[in-house]
C-alpha cells in the first residue's frame, strides 16, 4: 500500500486491523498457556517457573 501510494488512512486503518488480530491471536495462546502448561506446571511444583513466565509476558506486554 505504501508503495502504491495509497491513502494514508487507509493504510492506518489496515495496520490497525492487522495489530488486533494480532492481538486476538496473542490472547488465545495466552489463554491456552493458561489453561495447559501453568496448570500442569503448579501440579508438578514448578509454580515459580510459571510465575516467571506469566510476570515476563506480562511486563512485556506493557510496553506496547
Known sequence: MIEKEEY?????????????????????????????????QIKTGKESKAAKEILAIYKLSKRK
Open 8 to 40: 494514508c488512512i487507509d493504510i492506518l486503518w489496515q495496520s490497525m486491523a492487522a495489530k488486533e488480530a494480532l492481538s486476538g491471536v496473542e490472547d488465545l495462546i495466552l489463554e491456552n498457556h493458561l489453561s495447559t502448561h501453568v496448570v500442569e
